[in-house]
């Protein structure tokens, strides 16, 4: 149980929270929201112990495994290969492995019982950790977040700041802690590994705290919300979307309530003014002042935190198709093909999502859109009166960090606009009067990507193309982008990790995978039942002869295929029986060894590890029977 009993933190003059108490209790599920700043990362400091309260107590169970994962890789992280990195998250695995193996060192035949039972807890310790799954485990998270087998064995050293994450979020996730706290685990990931991350957390029964301005990871994973404003923490149960409901009956109540209190309080003050001075009134005016006096007072309104939505101008005229690609390869120097034979037609109208696993090309192919970059064959044709507007990933590429704001919309008209029009443009976006002075680098995310729109819409394009626009966003910022979006009469075509802002805004999918580039008709769930999930899934182009874009084969084949999955069947029943033989015989031995029955106990210690490694093994086979059974299946 994790208890916060009248907390109040400051820092400088912003304080952060202000007498707040909520409770965790064993095995719940909580979400944490609230506005960029308000303190969210601050209260898992105060969980594990980074940061001290000013006043009040934090509590929390010292015997509990607290698992951590920051919103930034720690800079003492000990290097290494990667697979060696997140297994060191279960170091009491290890640990235990380690002792296992020295104490069966010392077996000898009139070893004291006291030994044998010590490597019979040990081993049955062990086991329940799943440590003859470590590895497995541990290489099945590592894929499951888009990590390639070929680059387990490589040094944490040679991956990027956002690939350490990822393997930082598998080792945490590995560790099977008590406690959960995940800050942000998706600002780091694509689309199909947030999906993997919201189906491993769906199986964890721990306590789950999570931060996260993802909706669509708070709508499947948190079963109550925490929501964190202006200093106070309040409790909403029943989920994300029954707290987006109930936060809105709570404002529209206080301000019913403010507005009831105000109107009580006013027609009193008016009663006292009127009839001051006339001496006949005294007595009712009297008792109207002591009326007055006890009246509760007006409360404090919950009121939405200021943003400025976002809206987009009218594009300029174009012809029906703006751009498409002819046969269009790419690959940097010395590197291989990222991909070849691209030929995509985007339409006037279209809001196109492009998804697949980080490295595949989506950031690439969007720079060739934008004419950053040029294909290495084949060739990108402009449509009629084509303009194009880019925003990078990152910010520093198109926005200065020294530059001031109007400086940087300035300079983006390129001479062809007046300065009152450029600071009447910052106008429309929220920047008004001294705000135009201030330099890039004091902006918020969500200010930034306001800018970052300014800059383009200086000279209004029709096609927007948009590198992770929602990452600095919190959940406010994203509604508003997703709103703007979708009014925008122009063409987008974006990468998001966000599978809400994906859903609610694309009407058309982009998939990029090892097995090349493809266009998808529909929005986002639509493209996952189309391609049964596997693009979203392992990050490849689904196979051409899939289901959903073949003919159903004929009679022959049908039987054909029908036979084939009862050989299938057959042999999926007797790998099951072999699981249960060899999980019995592995109870038998492990009983053995605690009643004193063996006398060659190194052996039988191995004996044990390789029944466990049988029971790995046949269980791998007997999943990919099973995946095979489901694509026959699948084309039937």
């Known amino acids: 149980m994790i208890i916060f009993d009248k907390v109040s933190k400051q820092f400088g003059p912003q304080t952060i929270l202000n007498q707040a108490s909520f409770t965790v209790n064993p095995g719940e599920q909580v979400g944490i929201v609230g506005p960029n700043g308000a303190g969210k990362s601050t209260i898992f400091k105060l969980i594990i112990g980074d940061e001290d309260t000013d006043k009040g107590d934090v509590i929390v169970p010292g015997t509990q495994r607290v698992g951590y994962l920051r919103q930034q890789l720690p800079s003492n992280e000990e290097d290494g290969s990667l697979l060696d990195f997140v297994k060191a998250g279960c170091q009491e695995i290890i640990d235990m492995e380690i002792e296992l193996h020295e104490l069966q060192e010392q077996l000898t035949a009139d070893s004291p019982p006291e030994l044998l039972q010590k490597i019979g807890d040990l081993q049955h310790e062990f086991e329940h950790r799943d440590g003859y799954q470590l590895t497995a485990n541990t290489e099945a998270a590592l894929g499951g977040l888009g990590f390639t087998p070929d680059r387990f064995t490589e ?263 007046t300065d009152q029009a450029v600071r009447t443009l910052l106008g429309s976006f929220g920047f008004q009067g001294e705000f135009c002075d201030k330099p890039v680098k004091v902006l918020s995310g969500g200010e930034k990507i306001r800018l970052a729109f300014a800059r383009i819409f200086i000279n209004p394009p029709n096609l927007l193309l948009l590198d992770e626009p929602t990452t600095h966003l919190d959940i406010q910022g994203r509604e508003a982008l997703e709103q703007a979006i979708c009014q925008y009469k122009g063409t987008v075509c974006f990468v998001s990790h966000d599978s809400s802002f994906v859903r609610n805004t694309a009407n058309g999918v982009i998939s990029i995978g090892s097995e090349g580039v493809r266009r998808w008709l529909g929005g986002y769930d639509d493209f996952l039942s189309q391609s049964g999930g596997k693009v979203a899934i392992d990050g490849k182009a689904p196979d051409a002869n899939a289901a959903s874009s073949k003919p159903k084969p004929d009679g022959k084949k049908r039987k054909e295929a029908r036979k084939e999955i009862r050989k299938l069947e057959n042999r999926q029943r007797k790998l099951e029986q072999a699981i249960e033989q060899l999980e019995a015989t592995q109870t038998s031995e492990v009983q053995k060894a605690q009643t004193g029955e063996v006398s060659d106990f190194k052996t039988h210690q191995q004996h044990l590890a390789e029944i466990a490694g049988e029971i790995q093994s046949t269980s791998r086979e007997w999943m990919e029977v099973s995946e095979e059974i489901e694509r026959l299946e699948e084309n039937l």
């Open 155 to 417: 040094p944490m050293s040679s991956f990027s700041g956002g690939w350490q994450m990822r393997a930082q979020l598998a080792r945490v996730l590995l560790s099977s802690p008590d406690i959960l706290l995940l800050d942000e685990p998706s600002n780091y990931l694509d689309l199909p590994a947030v999906e993997w991350l919201q189906r491993f957390l769906s199986h964890f029964s721990g306590t789950l705290l999570l931060i996260s301005h993802d909706r669509q990871l708070l709508r499947s994973l948190a079963k109550d919300i925490l929501d964190l404003r202006h200093g106070s923490v309040t409790r909403f149960a029943g989920g994300y979307d029954k707290y987006v409901i109930l936060r809105k009956e709570r404002i529209e109540q206080q301000i019913a309530r403010y507005k009831t209190l105000s109107k009580q309080r006013e027609d009193i003050e008016s009663f006292i003014r009127r009839f001051r001075a006339q001496a006949t009134k005294a007595a009712q005016v009297q008792s109207r002042i002591k009326m007055l006096e006890k009246m509760e007072p007006l409360p404090d309104l919950e009121k939405e935190d200021n943003r400025v939505l976002l809206r987009l101008p009218e594009p300029p005229s174009s012809g029906h198709q703006l751009l498409r690609t002819e046969n269009v390869g790419f690959k940097y120097p010395d590197g291989p093909w990222l991909f070849k034979g691209v030929d995509l037609s985007i339409e006037r109208g279209d809001k196109l999502a492009l998804v697949g696993y980080n490295g595949m090309g989506k950031t690439t192919l969007l720079k060739i859109l934008a004419e950053i970059l040029q294909p290495v064959e084949g060739k990108r044709v402009s449509g009629h009166h084509l303009v194009t507007g880019y925003q990078s990933q990152e910010f520093a590429e198109t926005l200065p960090l020294e530059h001031s704001v109007f400086k940087v919309v300035k300079d983006a008209a390129r001479g062809q606009t």
